[in-house]
């Protein structure tokens, strides 16, 4: 049962344009979600992350945004670069299990 | 501050073999999760330890097990690998509960069950 969904296996986006992930959950006990980036070779990084008492977060280029009756939360990349490319994970904590649930990933290509 | 690091990087079992995975946390991190990684399924938690105590499991057989030392040093250790073990294994450290404070990701593990 996969709580945490990411529909998109992939995106391709031009640098300079805007870049949108998405990200649904069936949980409606998680409230608190969060954005990972994974380079190949490397761990995932985190990103930035949304508390449900918000509906926005924003970080420089990254602005995650909430939907909490629709169970959607994105992340906008503006402007996209080169260097952003690669998988994007989303991953919702909260409930009673403690424990962080990641999505299947985004692989996000951004071609110059 | 060292990052999170994890041993030996690459490795190469045969199935019905056993291998055990270490991952040392970040100076000061309690908490480490263990996470498999495969294309596709994604990043799937395995187990979380925080002080030596098991915290929380994933939806993984027996034969996925770990550990976790007094220095905060963990081992994760798979018996009798299937060749559907072959994974890249996560493991993430932070100072407290996963998902309640930030998470430090290591390199991985990269596992290849022939």
């Known amino acids: 049962d996969q709580q945490v969904k990411q529909n998109s296996p992939s995106l391709s986006v031009q640098e300079g344009r805007i870049s949108i992930l998405n990200c649904d959950y069936t949980?409606?006990?998680?409230?608190?979600f969060l954005w990972y980036k994974k380079y190949p070779a490397e761990g995932p990084t985190f990103l930035i992350s949304?508390?449900?008492?918000?509906d926005k977060n924003e970080d420089g280029r990254f602005t995650v945004f909430l939907n909490k009756s629709a169970k959607h939360l994105s992340l906008h990349i503006v402007p996209s670069q080169p260097g952003d490319s690669a998988v994007y994970f989303c991953?919702?904590?909260?409930?009673?299990?403690?424990?962080?649930?990641f999505g299947k990933g985004t692989l996000l290509t951004v071609n110059p | 501050k060292a990052g999170v690091t994890q041993t030996p990087r690459y490795l190469i079992k045969t199935r019905g073999q056993q291998v055990t995975l270490s991952c040392s946390p970040i100076?000061?991190?309690?908490?480490v999760s263990w996470y498999q990684q495969t294309p596709g399924q994604g990043l799937q938690f395995l187990f979380e330890?925080?002080?030596?105590?098991?915290?929380n499991k994933g939806n993984f057989p027996g034969r996925f097990s770990g550990r976790q030392f007094s220095n905060s040093r963990s081992e994760m250790n798979v018996s009798t690998l299937e060749l559907g073990d072959s994974a890249l294994y996560l493991c993430?450290?932070?100072?407290?509960?996963?998902?309640?404070?930030?998470?430090?990701f290591g390199p991985g593990t990269r596992l290849t069950v022939l």
């Open positions: 993430a450290s932070s100072w407290g509960l996963a998902g309640a404070s930030e998470q430090f």
């Open positions: 949980n409606s006990m998680f409230d608190y």
């Open positions: 949304i508390s449900s008492i918000k």
């Open positions: 991953a919702a904590f909260g409930g009673s299990n403690y424990k962080l649930t």
């Open positions: 100076s000061g991190h309690r908490s």
């Open positions: 330890y925080f002080s030596e105590t098991q915290r």
